[in-house]
T-cell receptor, first 113, second 115 residues
Framework: QQQVKQSPQSLIVQKGGISIINCAYE??????FPWYQQFPGKGPALLIA?????SEKKEGRFTISFNKSAKQFSLHIMDSQPGDSATYFC????????????FGKGNQVVVIP | ETGVTQSPTHLIKTRGQQVTLRCSSQ?????VSWYQQALGQGPQFIFQ???????GRGNFPPRFSGLQFPNYSSELNVNALELDDSALYLC??????????????FGPGTRLTVL
């Protein structure tokens, strides 16, 4: 059972454009929502994360928008660069315990020059 | 680079064999989590070790087992390998603080191929 669902599966964006990846979840106990970036042959690296007490968080060119009532959150990559070409995973975690991460299936983003 | 190391980087085994994967956590971290990432999928939580004890387990059979050592490094053992065990195995280290979410730092993974 996929607890976190991502869309679209893949995305092709022109350099300088905006990449938008969406994520939906069902478990209302989730209280931590990170996005990870993964390059081929590497482990996932934390990009940006948000908690449900805020609706938006921005770090450089990356922004998370969070809609608690719709149980959705999205990653926006502004001014996309070829170096942003990677697979992006959304994830979610419940409070306390072992903070296990439930990951989505991933979105492959390709930024063309 | 996260400071989390894993060995070996690649491994080929045949069905029915046993395998041991190793992980060294980042300095100052006391917790190691293991994830399985099948091709084209997101990582799936296997289990976590905190202070040398299992601290939660995902939906994986008992033939997946682990250890954590006093220096917080960890091993993942898989017995009776099946073809579907072919995947990238990721180790993530963190410093457990019950009061807050503990960010997990991933290693580069071990690519296991079962023939």
């Amino acid at each position: 059972q996929q607890q976190v669902k991502q869309s679209p599966q893949s995305l092709i964006v022109q350099k300088g454009g905006i990449s938008i990846i969406n994520c939906a979840y069902e478990n209302t106990a989730f209280d931590y929502f990170p996005w990870y970036q993964q390059f081929p042959g590497k482990g996932p690296a934390l990009l940006i994360a948000i908690r449900p007490d805020v609706s938006e968080k921005k770090e450089g060119r990356f922004t998370i928008s969070f809609n608690k009532s719709a149980k959705q959150f999205s990653l926006h990559i502004m001014d996309s660069q070829p170096g942003d070409s990677a697979t992006y995973f959304c994830a979610a975690s419940e409070p306390g315990g072992n903070n296990r991460l439930a990951f989505g299936k991933g979105n492959q983003v390709v930024v063309i020059p | 680079e996260t400071g989390v190391t894993q060995s070996p980087t690649h491994l080929i085994k045949t069905r029915g064999q046993q395998v041991t994967l190793r992980c060294s956590s980042q300095s100052g971290h006391n917790t190691v989590s293991w994830y399985q990432q099948a091709l084209g999928q997101g990582p799936q939580f296997i289990f976590q070790y905190y202070r040398e004890e299992e601290n939660g387990r995902g939906n994986f059979p008992p033939r997946f087992s682990g250890l954590q050592f006093p220096n917080y490094s960890s091993e993942l053992n898989v017995n009776a390998l099946e073809l579907d065990d072919s995947a990238l195995y990721l180790c993530a280290s963190s410093q457990t603080n019950r009061a807050t979410y503990n960010e997990q730092f991933f290693g580069p993974g071990t690519r296991l191929t079962v023939l």
